[in-house]
């Protein structure tokens, strides 16, 4: 699902994108495509990172964060997948099938951790400048939804729709039901748009 795409849905204009896991960049040519041409990716893995910045490094409309987001300051330590580690997951595993499918972890690799909250006083004032401007909120980072959005402190209540993958039934150790998000987002002054099911796409926008 483009999540943007699928919001315009209903009714909501995206002028901006924060993307947190955007792992290679795979979306970023369906946000262009959209018309979307203020992008800001967060991604931690280095070869993830190294795909991205290969294919965008140079277009001025795509802003690049070389960090993972959660509910700390510090480091943490990610199972990462082969090739550019797809699915790769700070948290243990419940359900493997859902969870990595074809990708399965290889190895290990300390990376950055940052509340958002925190960043967005450390970032340079080109990537600060374009969070401020973008109004919709990507979030798929395999299981640590809620530790990313209590990350976000009120800067969540910045944005004015977005969409979260996650899942019915968790598939990771530690990893917040649907529900739980839903409410979180609820509690925020956002609408739930639809729902989730076994694992996928729970889109939101500001009640009106």
């Known amino acids: 699902m483009i999540i943007p795409t699928e919001l315009a849905k209903h009714g909501c204009v995206t002028r901006g994108v924060v993307h947190i896991g955007a792992n290679d ?32 490094a140079n277009d001025a409309r795509v ?14 330590e990610i199972n990462a997948t082969t090739e550019h580690g797809q699915q790769s997951t700070f948290l243990p595993v419940v359900n493997e099938r859902v969870a ?3 990708y399965k ?32 909120l990507v979030i798929d980072v395999q299981g640590m939804e809620m ?25 990771y150790e530690g990893e917040a039901p649907e529900s739980e998000i839903a409410a979180f987002l609820a509690a925020n002054g956002f609408t739930v748009l639809n729902s989730a099911g076994e694992h996928g796409d729970l889109l939101f926008k500001r009640a009106e």
Not at 63 to 76: E, I
Not at 108 to 131: C, E, G, H, K, Q
Request: proline share 7%; hydrophobic share 40%.
């Open 25 to 56: 960049g795979g979306e970023i040519e369906y946000y262009l495509a959209a018309g979307i041409e203020n992008i800001v990716c967060f991604e931690p893995l280095p070869s993830a990172g190294a795909a991205l910045l290969e294919q965008y």
């Open 63 to 76: 802003k690049f964060v070389p960090v993972a987001l959660g509910d700390f300051n510090g480091f943490g």
């Open 100 to 102: 990595y499918g074809e």
């Open 105 to 136: 972890p290889s190895y290990t690799l300390t990376v950055p951790v940052f509340r958002f909250a925190y960043l967005m006083d450390s970032v340079t004032p080109s990537i600060n400048s374009s969070i401020l401007a973008a109004n919709c």
């Open 147 to 171: 530790q990313v959005l209590s990350g976000m402190g009120e800067w969540l209540k910045h944005f004015n729709h977005g969409g979260i993958e996650c899942s019915g039934v968790p598939v």
